[in-house]
């Protein structure tokens, strides 16, 4: 999953990107609002957690603009401020969530996670994928009901395919969301990612669907 973090405050956003890495996230920061509103507006995320109080430009602003183009990923908005007229505003301008400073990392996390489900059409944290099951808490995986070693990239590979609601995705789909902004990505090397994983869980455990991409292959865990 790919994240866009906006928070201009060093500290805290150093810490909120720990933490949604940790989580599994590949982060992408702005750290005022004209970068926020032209990163969101051509780059595509799976999540943004949005600061309020920006240079250049607030994220009220941004949010607004990303609404007025269609762009409709999860925003989660970080706030100093507590009045409850700027909860609403923020809801109202197109906000899935709202979180006040100080907060803990793993409401965060719970937060975020819960976001991308509901934008997926799930409601559990354990993503049943046929013979393969996800943890997205534990970041954890088990194949036919026992536990198996996934990498990061890995997990983050199999966590993307498992929200997108069944259908086949492209290998520069998957190039997009798995590599943050600052990194070298490409087709070839999502093909040799799942050809690795072919070999480690199994061949049936992806299928090609030549001309639209990948998707999970059998759903039977006999």
């Known amino acids: 999953m790919r994240a866009l973090l906006v928070e201009d405050d060093p500290d805290v956003g150093s810490d909120v990107e720990q933490a949604l890495r940790a989580g599994g996230f590949v982060v992408d920061r702005a750290r005022d609002g004209e970068s926020a509103w ?3 507006d051509t780059e595509d995320y799976d999540l943004s957690v949005l600061d309020l109080g920006l240079p250049r430009l607030d994220g009220l602003s941004v949010l607004k603009r990303w609404r007025a183009a269609d762009r409709c990923f999860p925003v989660l908005i970080l706030s100093a401020r507590g009045d409850w007229t700027e909860k609403v505003e923020g809801i109202e301008s197109g906000a899935d969530d709202y979180l006040a400073k100080p907060f803990q990392s793993a409401e965060l996390l719970a937060r975020v996670r819960s976001l991308v489900r509901r934008a997926a059409g799930r409601s559990s944290a354990l993503l049943d994928c046929g013979r ?16 198996v070693q996934l990498s ?5 590979f199999f ?13 520069g789909e998957l ?7 600052d990194e070298t990505s490409d087709t070839n ?16 455990i992806l299928l090609t669907r030549r001309g639209f991409g990948y998707e999970f292959g059998s759903r039977s865990r006999s």
């Open 159 to 171: 966590d993307y395919l498992a929200h997108q609601q069944d259908r086949a995705v492209s290998s």
């Open 38 to 40: 032209f990163m969101g």
């Open 175 to 181: 190039a997009d969301h798995l590599y943050g902004s």
């Open 189 to 204: 090397a999502i093909e040799a990612l799942v050809l690795r994983l072919r070999r480690k869980l199994g061949a049936d």
């Open 152 to 156: 990061p990239l890995e997990f983050r």
């Open 132 to 147: 393969l099951v996800l943890d997205t808490r534990r970041m954890s995986a088990t194949l036919d009901d026992k536990p």
